[in-house]
């Protein structure tokens, strides 16, 4: 497909990226780019030869690591057209559809937070199964110096990712957080310097798809299920879910492989 405001493209075997390409603006979410984005998920969805997305901000070349943007946030210019409750709710509505094709692709997504997460940008990362951050990266959600509170699913995943105190903290007072404070909080699983932030983000990567296919993508399926139940509910998805894995010609590849100490060769069956 043809995209004015993202690029697709392969950078290893069965890993496509999608890269938020709208620099002169930081990359930010405008209506057009949300609505390519939905189309990019829907068709990597699709594409049996995709494994993994990685999820970034465009570039520019000369400028320093810490001026850098992954998504600086929605396009305030969008806001601030807004007239009625309406309008307001459409968007967010919007934004939400498209990130939760995100959150529930059966392929794992890692955000490559290579500068600024703020806002929707933030919330676009949290909508991905990991996040890895460069050092020099910035992310926050800073609606309310806007006199708005995030509307793509921030307050809700945040909370749920790492818990309702750091939530109330990056929502409640706008600030921005380094990469560094993020990977405290439990928001970013990795952290690396702004040079080697690809390679590291490609070996984490690497490393999923090394595993078995169909546990991936079941493993994935409990956890965010079992995230809008009970302990007890979720955990009798979870014994749904091995029983499946169970089946499967990679559980008897993967049990064979340990026995005779030799690397699995998984066929996703």
């Known amino acids: 497909m043809s995209y004015q405001n993202i690029l697709v493209e392969q950078i290893a075997a069965g890993v496509a990226c999608v890269t938020v390409n709208r620099p002169k603006a930081m990359n930010a979410l405008n209506h057009a780019t949300l609505g390519e984005l939905a189309a990019a998920f829907d068709a990597l969805e699709a594409d049996p030869a995709v494994r993994a997305l990685v999820i970034t901000g465009a570039i520019v070349e000369g400028k320093p690591p810490e001026k850098q943007a992954f998504v600086a946030g929605a396009d305030i210019g969008e806001l601030k057209a807004m007239e009625t409750a309406l309008d307001a709710k459409r968007l967010a509505f919007f934004g939400q559809t498209v990130f939760e094709r995100l959150e529930w692709m059966s392929k794992p997504s890692v955000a490559m937070i290579n500068g600024f997460a703020l806002g929707g940008g933030c919330e676009l990362a949290l909508a991905c199964t990991l996040r890895t951050a460069a050092r020099s990266a910035k992310l926050g959600l800073p609606e309310v110096s806007l006199g708005i509170i995030p509307g793509y699913g921030g307050t809700q995943r945040l909370a749920r990712i790492a818990g309702p105190g750091v939530a109330r903290e990056w929502v409640l007072t706008g600030e921005m957080f380094s990469a560094d404070e993020a990977h405290r909080a439990g928001v970013v699983n990795r952290v690396f310097e702004a040079a080697e932030l690809r390679d590291g983000t490609l070996r984490l990567v690497q490393t999923i798809l090394s595993r078995a296919p169909?546990?991936?993508?079941?493993?994935?399926?409990?956890?965010?299920?079992?995230?809008?139940?009970?302990?007890?509910?979720?955990?009798?998805?979870?014994?749904?879910?091995?029983?499946?894995?169970?089946?499967?010609?990679?559980?008897k590849e993967g049990m064979a492989a340990f026995l005779e100490k030799r690397p699995a060769k998984f066929v996703g069956r």
Do not use: H, K, W
Request: proline share 0%; charged share 20%; glycine share 8%.
């Open 214 to 251: 169909l546990a991936v993508r079941l493993a994935m399926e409990t956890i965010r299920r079992g995230q809008n139940m009970s302990q007890q509910e979720g955990a009798q998805i979870e014994v749904d879910m091995f029983g499946l894995a169970s089946t499967t010609a990679d559980m």
